[in-house]
C-alpha cells in the first residue's frame, strides 16, 4: 500500500546539536499511526517538521517527504498543506486560541479563509463541525469565549478548527495534556471517531499505550531521535521486536505495581550526549558488545521492523 505521508531520513539540529538522526515513519491512508516514546525522544520534533513549524533556529533536512505522491520537501509545499491538507491539533488547546475572540468566531475566521466561504456559510459550517465533535450545544459554545469553556470542551473546538480544511491527515500531538484523566480518553477516543468518520489518516502522539491500544492501527516508537521499532498495534503489544518498546509495554500493561519499576530504568540521553551505536544499548536489558560499536541492523519480523542487533524472538523471550 503506498503511503499518504512518507518521510525518509528527516534530521534536525538546533543550535549544532542533533535531534532527529534519520527518522523514518509513513501514514498509510486511512490510518492512525500512533508515535510513542519518552520525553525528549524527539516526537513533537518530527510533527513539527513536516507542519514546517520548527523553532527559527533549528535545520532540518529530509531524504524524501512525500504526501499524496507530493514532493513536501520544498518548505512552501509543507506551508500550503497546513491547515488545508494536514490539519494540527495542537498540545494546549486553551493557549492556542484567541483569548478575546469568540471561539465560534475562531472557527468561522478559518473556514473563510481556507474555504473561501461567505461569512454566513461559515457559520452555518462552523455550528455543523462544533456538532461533529459531539458538543450538544453548539450555539452557546459557538458564543463562548475560550476561559468560558472546560479544557476539554477547548480541545473539541481545536479538534473542529483541525477539521476545518477538510484534511487528509490530522497530527495531534499530546493533545490532552493537562486534561482531566477521565477527559482525555474521551477526547483521544473522539479523535479517533472524527478522523475514521472522514476517511481521513491520523498521527496521533500521545505517552498513553492504552490510548494507542484503543484507536491506532500502527505505533511508532521513537528513541534519541530515531524510530527503532514499527508495526501494527496487535503485534507490537503481544511481542515488540525492539528490547525498548517490549519493556515500555509490559511495564504499562502489568497490573503489580508493587515493587516493579514502573518506568524503563536508566536516563534517556540528551541531544549533544556521546551516543552508543544503538542509543538504547546503555539501558538495554538484551545489549552486548556489537550494540555500542555497530549500527543495529533493520529486522523486519512480525509485522514489524525494528532496528537492534538483538530484537526479541517472538514468542520465546520470558518478560
Ligand atoms: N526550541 C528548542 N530548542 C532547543 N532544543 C529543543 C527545542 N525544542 C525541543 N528541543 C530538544 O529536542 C529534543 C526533542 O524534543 P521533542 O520536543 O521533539 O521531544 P518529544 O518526544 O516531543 O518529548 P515530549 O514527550 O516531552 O513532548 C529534546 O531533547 C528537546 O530538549
Ligand atoms: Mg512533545
Not at 480541545?155 to 482531566?180: F, H, K, N
Not at 538504547?280 to 542487533?309: S, T, Y
Amino acid at each position: 500500500m503506498s503511503a499518504l505521508l512518507e518521510v525518509r531520513g528527516l534530521e534536525v539540529a538546533i543550535g549544532g546539536l542533533p535531534i532527529l538522526r534519520g527518522v523514518d515513519m509513513e501514514v498509510r491512508p486511512g490510518e492512525i499511526l500512533g508515535v510513542v516514546g519518552e520525553t525528549g525522544a524527539g516526537k513533537s520534533m518530527t510533527a513539527r517538521s513536516i507542519l514546517d513549524l520548527l523553532p527559527a533556529k533549528a535545520t532540518a533536512s529530509f531524504a524524501t517527504c512525500a504526501f499524496a505522491g507530493q514532493d513536501f520537501i520544498p518548505p512552501k509545499a509543507r506551508q500550503e498543506a497546513r491547515g488545508h491538507r494536514i490539519g494540527f491539533v495542537p498540545q494546549r488547546p486553551r493557549g492556542s486560541l484567541n483569548p478575546v475572540f469568540r471561539v465560534g468566531n475562531q472557527l468561522s475566521a478559518t473556514l473563510r479563509r481556507l474555504r473561501d466561504m461567505g461569512r454566513r456559510d461559515a457559520r452555518r459550517e462552523a455550528l455543523d463541525l462544533l456538532r461533529s465533535v459531539r458538543i450538544t450545544d453548539p450555539a452557546r459554545v459557538y458564543r463562548s469565549f475560550p476561559h468560558e469553556l472546560s479544557g476539554g470542551m477547548c480541545q473539541r473546538v481545536c479538534i473542529a478548527i483541525a477539521l476545518a480544511g477538510e484534511p487528509e491527515l490530522i497530527i495531534a500531538d499530546e493533545p490532552t495534556t493537562g486534561l482531566d484523566v477521565t477527559i482525555q480518553a474521551e477526547i483521544l477516543r473522539l479523535l479517533g471517531e472524527v478522523i475514521s468518520e472522514r476517511n481521513a489518516a491520523g498521527m496521533l502522539i500521545t505517552h498513553d499505550l492504552g490510548v494507542v491500544a484503543d484507536v491506532c492501527d500502527r505505533v511508532a516508537v521513537m528513541y534519541a531521535g530515531r524510530v527503532v521499532n514499527v508495526g501494527a498495534t496487535a503485534e507490537m503489544y503481544r511481542e515488540a521486536l525492539h528490547p525498548y518498546p517490549n519493556r515500555l509495554v509490559s511495564i504499562a500493561t502489568s497490573l503489580d505495581s508493587g515493587g516493579t519499576p514502573r518506568e524503563v530504568p536508566g536516563r534517556v540521553p540528551n541531544p549533544g550526549d556521546d551516543l552508543a551505536a544503538c542509543a538504547f544499548a546503555p539501558r538495554c536489558f538484551r545489549a552486548g558488545p556489537g550494540c555500542f560499536d555497530e549500527e543495529p541492523p533493520r529486522v523486519a519480523r512480525a509485522g514489524q521492523v525494528a532496528f537492534c542487533h538483538h530484537p526479541i524472538d517472538t514468542g520465546m523471550v520470558p518478560r
